[in-house]
């Protein structure tokens, strides 16, 4: 327990006594003592505490020592650390963060060492710590022999705890996290990300009374400025949207059962992950008029190494929602068509999913981007198909979003749909929704004027 009640005592001299000279003081309600040959060197050790006490330390009242002493006795390697912040978070993460975060930790550990002498290549350190030293899943090999030599050198290299208060070693950390193996610049992004994850891990030295304080706060260093905004030239309008998705039936078998899932995503703005793991149950799919979709759950392919129960696809709830939360979200009558069609032509799975991988099982990424990529050869000019122009599927469900924001419809309700924030459908969107403001004080005005008053 630490405590800032302290009281020191005068050193009182034991003659006979092999350490005559005894400084006694107490912590809390513990009383300490330690006896010393000469006064001069109890004299010493008393300035050393009131200095402590004047520095405003807390001191431990099981061992008497400031906080300071405390955590050069108990403070480890930035390695043992980093390994203990991965631990803490693992079961409490989506696989998915599990490995943004064993990236970015391996990003910083690999820099925070004393010396490179007798270093691994800097390639399978780097994988040693991402897919090893950070990873606590229960159906990881056995190490290779690369990787346990490359993690034995790392623990003896790593850095003390008390070095991180030195900004020189900090700047080490964030310089490595902004820049690739190849040493080429970082995309914006990823160094917020990196930097994010290292700034978590030192407020967890902080509450394990490893630092002091964060060391970050204390570097002139400034994180790249992230634009989150969509940039509207590559988003595919509706037409062109709807062109893309027909295209995709004509590319192959497999393009016809993709279909509907692109229509999902442009239609219902789903995420893919969500599109993966709709069922039949979860669609109102009405002879006419509007239906329904019930997301409850997205299917995201993270790698087995990452999930709990070894499976390359992780079955989670809705993204930044409770486990058992669900979300309805209206469809056009165009989307309640080509579900039923799917469902007419394909049926479903085993366990009910309307789209499976061509070998049955879980649809796989690689097989919906590969289709994609056809139909944009078929749908568009060879302009847009040598731009990002609607590179990938999920540009569709920017489509259907800014659509809803363009027709009008409240911007809560358009968050609830796609399930964003209202603040995140505002960084996202800003755009489009500046656009509608404009729109509005246009009516305003013309409210503020009398032109919509009666005479």
């Not at 703005?269 to 599109?275: I, L, Q, V």
């Not at 109102?284 to 087995?304: F, Q």
Request: glycine fraction near 6%; proline fraction near 5%; aromatic fraction near 8%.
């Amino acid at each position: 327990m630490l405590t800032y009640d302290v009281k020191l005592y005068t050193i009182r001299q034991r003659p006979g006594r092999r350490l005559p000279f005894e400084l006694r003081w107490k912590v809390g309600s513990k009383p300490h003592s330690k006896s010393y040959a000469t006064k001069t060197l109890a004299t010493g050790r008393l300035a050393e505490l009131r200095t402590a006490m004047k520095n405003g330390e807390e001191f431990d009242q099981e061992s008497g020592l400031p906080v300071s002493e405390l955590r050069k006795q108990t403070e480890g390697t930035w390695f043992d650390h980093a390994v203990k912040f991965a631990e803490m978070k693992w079961a409490s993460s989506s696989a998915k963060s599990r490995a943004t975060r064993a990236d970015a930790l391996a990003t910083v550990t690999s820099a925070l060492v004393t010396d490179h002498r007798g270093a691994p290549a800097p390639r399978t350190l780097r994988q040693a710590l991402s897919c090893w030293a950070f990873n606590f899943s229960r159906h990881l090999p056995e190490q290779p022999e690369e990787v346990a030599e490359a993690l034995e050198w790392l623990e003896r290299k790593s850095v003390k705890m008390g070095r991180l208060e030195d900004s020189d070693t900090i700047r080490r950390a964030l310089d490595a996290l902004s820049r690739l193996l190849n040493g080429e610049s970082a995309a914006d992004n990823t160094i917020a990300r990196k930097r994010m994850v290292f700034n978590n891990a030192l407020n967890y030295a902080v509450e394990r009374r490893k630092l002091p304080s964060n060391p970050l706060q204390f570097v002139d260093w400034t994180p790249p400025q992230t634009d989150d905004e969509i940039d509207f030239r590559w988003v595919p309008n509706p037409q062109v949207g709807h062109a893309l998705v027909e295209a995709a039936a004509q590319v192959s078998g497999r393009g016809r059962h993709l279909r509907a899932f692109y229509g999902c995503i442009l239609y219902a703005a789903t995420r893919p992950a969500e599109a993966t793991n709709l069922r039949a149950s979860d669609c109102t799919l009405p002879d006419t008029g509007w239906g329904l979709l019930l997301l409850n759950g997205s299917s995201p392919r993270v790698g087995s190494r990452w999930t709990d129960d070894g499976q390359s696809h992780e079955e989670r709830g809705l993204k930044r929602r409770a486990r058992k939360a669900t979300r309805p979200v209206p469809i056009p009558p165009v989307l309640v068509r080509l579900l039923r069609e799917h469902i007419a032509e394909f049926g479903v799975a085993p366990d009910g999913r309307l789209f499976r991988a061509s070998e049955g099982g879980r649809l796989l990424t690689q097989e919906t981007a590969a289709v994609w990529k056809e139909a944009r050869k078929r749908a568009l000019t060879a302009e847009q198909v040598a731009s990002p122009f609607a590179e990938v599927p999920y540009s569709c469900r920017a489509t259907a979003v800014s659509g809803w924001l363009a027709a009008g419809v409240d911007k809560a309700e358009v968050a609830r749909r796609a399930g964003h924030s209202i603040a995140v459908l505002l960084r996202f969107y800003a755009k489009v929704i500046n656009d509608r403001e404009d729109h509005s004080n246009a009516l305003i005005e013309r409210y503020l004027n009398g032109d919509d008053l009666a005479g």
